[in-house]
């Protein structure tokens, strides 16, 4: 914390800088957030001061100085590692005029740039903004109160991190870890709750490894541990939907097959089971782990499917082929397991707004639907993820005819409900980015799903599924009503912030208080600008409120109507006493007639029932206490 104030004007503080003048080497250019907040700055773009408050990093380009602003450097690249870098946009906050136009005039390699190249890197850096979460709060809070708005983090992104606090793991042989009953019941909860729409792993052959594992009298064979990690998996994964806290023993498990599948996935090819065990590590660290360590066990996910070739579909190009133990591999087991690999992938990046990994030349076909199959339904949605790569051109056009496509869908069960959501929630960034007026001619449809999900997330607290939308999409749900802002939008914050309490409530930990605070905080911020905005007219309103006179016979041929309108609405008119009507008042009334009469979108505009309801408002306080409740549902 900085403890000399600059605007400190004792005397003694004057007379510190006339007799003893700091000699502190300073940047000849300092970027507009540092000079304003008075801070120290090393002048890169963006500087260390602003990527590490979180500012939005901006130059004021002047002639004399454009020249001096530290173009693309080592710390540009960090910043484009980091979510927390979001660039420069017109709703971040205080930003001056054509700040994007200013920024990319500033640096010499964006000065001999084409323009298209700049254009597409614009585009790019948009687009990963608009697939993050994470950006979309911090963009929606900034927009309501710049001053107030809550930080860039990925709030509510799984129930909770399950072993913060818990004592390291230590790796040990399975069969030390549980017994054979205890891994049959924790196999029976997964093929139960999660293999219903996470479903790579053969049920039979699960079984009869378990059979022969357990059987044995020696299983401390490295022949024996090849399994091992597809065992681990499955019981923490089984324990997760099981026990609302963790075992003693949870840990073990988890480091367990952690310290084997690194260990062969460094055997060329790696093995099926390998595959299978790291699917099952990043599934559980997806519900379970911070989002930086899921995201980097997603991309060693996706390395060591590339060296098993899942992810080609040609027999004669993968390693099954010619192998014993292979030959009789079911393709579908390994469509699936590619899938759940992109699917995981492609989601931790989006949400962090990092790379994807990308294998060329992958023809893996895609997973067969199948009745009363989930997992087909959920691995159905990578072709509708895929494109939303930032790195590939998605027009409007074609994110309204996904979104069109989403919203048709019909999903049944609470996880693939979920990801169905997630999903809709991730184009209606990408729109919204670019505007498009869709998004209010599909907003009854986007609520329904909303609706949808909030249902969805109820279920799974009851079957007591921590899945990792349970907190995530609720928490979306309600940055999304609040973005959307009109009254069926603002009329389901209620149910949508008790879905959020009664996940918080329910996995009662730091991550998911944090998130039901900021979802409040965000609310209040838009009930006090609403307030504010309301008041606004309320002050207006009352400079301006007293209206023309009129006298009941100068102006009955003008309003013959009011008799029988009060009589149709059951509305008793106010006694009102006699009233005159100026020549000026009638002039105006008449110019008013004109006006309307000029412009054709105001032909159909009733002007007599107008006035007639303004002269039967209330007036005053009750006037502006009428218009806040309004306000805030409009």
């Not at 927009?143 to 913060?164: C, E, M, S, V």
């Not at 065990?277 to 980097?296: D, E, I, K, N």
């Not at 339904?377 to 930032?390: A, S, V, Y």
């Not at 606004?536 to 209206?547: N, P």
Request: proline residues 6%.
């Amino acid at each position: 914390m900085e403890t000399h104030n600059p605007s400190d004007n004792s005397p003694a503080s004057a007379t510190n800088i006339t007799s003893t003048p700091r000699k502190r080497r300073r940047t000849k250019l300092a970027c507009d957030p540092c000079r304003s907040r008075k801070r120290k700055c090393d002048g890169h773009l963006p500087c260390e001061t602003c990527v590490q408050f979180e500012y939005d990093c901006y130059y004021a380009t002047t002639g004399s100085k454009r020249a001096s602003i530290r173009g693309p450097s080592l710390e540009q690249g960090h910043a484009h590692s980091h979510i927390s870098t979001i660039s420069p946009a017109s709703d971040h906050g205080p930003t001056p005029p054509n700040n994007k136009s200013q920024l990319h005039d500033t640096t010499p390699t964006n000065r001999l740039a084409s323009p298209a190249i700049s254009n597409n890197a614009n585009s790019q850096m948009e687009s990963l903004e608009a697939n993050s979460g994470a950006a979309f709060v911090r963009r929606l809070g900034l927009k309501i109160d710049p001053y107030n708005a809550p930080r860039l983090h990925l709030f509510a992104w799984n129930a909770g991190d399950r072993l913060a606090g818990c004592p390291s793991g230590s790796r040990r042989p399975v069969t030390s870890i549980l017994t054979k009953a205890e891994m049959r019941n924790l196999a029976l909860i997964y093929f139960d709750k999660v293999a219903i729409a996470y479903g790579f792993i053969d049920r039979d052959v699960f079984f009869q490894r378990l059979e022969e594992r357990w059987g044995t009298t020696t299983p401390t064979t490295v022949g024996d541990e090849t399994y091992d990690p597809v065992f681990c998996g499955v019981a923490a994964l089984g324990l997760l939907f099981s026990q609302k806290f963790p075992s003693l023993f949870e840990p073990d498990l988890v480091e367990t097959a952690r310290a084997l599948l690194e260990q062969h996935s460094l055997s060329t090819p790696p093995s099926i089971n390998t595959v299978t065990g790291w699917v099952l590590r990043v599934a559980y660290l997806r519900m379970t782990s911070q989002p930086h360590t899921t995201w980097l066990a997603s991309c060693s996910l996706m390395h060591v499917s590339e060296a098993a070739r899942i992810h080609l579909e040609s027999p004669s190009r993968t390693v099954f082929e010619g192998s014993s133990e292979y030959e009789n591999i079911n393709p579908d087991i390994r469509r699936r397991l590619w899938g759940m690999a992109q699917h995981l992938n492609i989601w931790a990046s989006f949400d962090l707004g990092r790379t994807k990994i990308t294998l060329s030349g992958a023809s893996t076909k895609p997973v067969a639907p199948k009745p009363g199959d989930y997992t087909s339904q959920l691995l159905g949605l990578i072709p509708l993820t895929e494109p939303l790569d930032p790195t590939k051109t998605r027009s409007v056009e074609d994110l309204e005819a996904d979104l069109n496509r989403v919203l048709d869908e019909n999903r049944e069960r609470p996880p693939v409900i979920m990801a169905q959501v997630n999903l809709m929630l991730c184009i209606f960034r990408r729109l919204r980015a670019q505007k498009s007026n869709m998004l209010n001619l599909q907003a009854d449809r986007i609520l329904a799903l909303v609706v949808k999900g909030l249902r969805a997330a109820r279920q799974m607290v009851v079957d007591s599924s921590p899945w990792h939308h349970v907190a995530n999409v609720p928490f979306q749900a309600i940055c999304l009503l609040l973005a959307i802002d009109s009254r069926a939008s603002l009329a389901l914050l209620c149910d949508a912030m008790s879905t959020l309490q009664l996940v918080a409530n329910t996995w009662n930990n730091a991550m998911m208080r944090e998130a039901y605070n900021t979802a409040y905080l965000l609310m209040l911020l838009h009930q006090r600008r609403k307030e504010e905005d309301a008041k606004a007219l309320r002050d207006a309103l009352s400079i301006h409120s007293t209206a023309p006179a009129m006298t009941v016979d100068s102006s009955s041929q003008q309003l013959t109507g009011v008799g029988s309108y009060n009589q149709n609405s059951g509305y008793q008119q106010p006694q009102q006493g006699p009233t005159t009507m100026t020549a000026a008042d009638s002039a105006e009334f008449l110019w008013l007639e004109d006006l309307i009469a000029d412009m054709p979108s105001l032909r159909e505009f009733d002007l007599e029932q107008f006035l007639v309801q303004d002269a039967i408002q209330p007036q005053d306080s009750d006037v502006g206490a009428g218009f806040a409740t309004d306000g805030f549902n409009a």
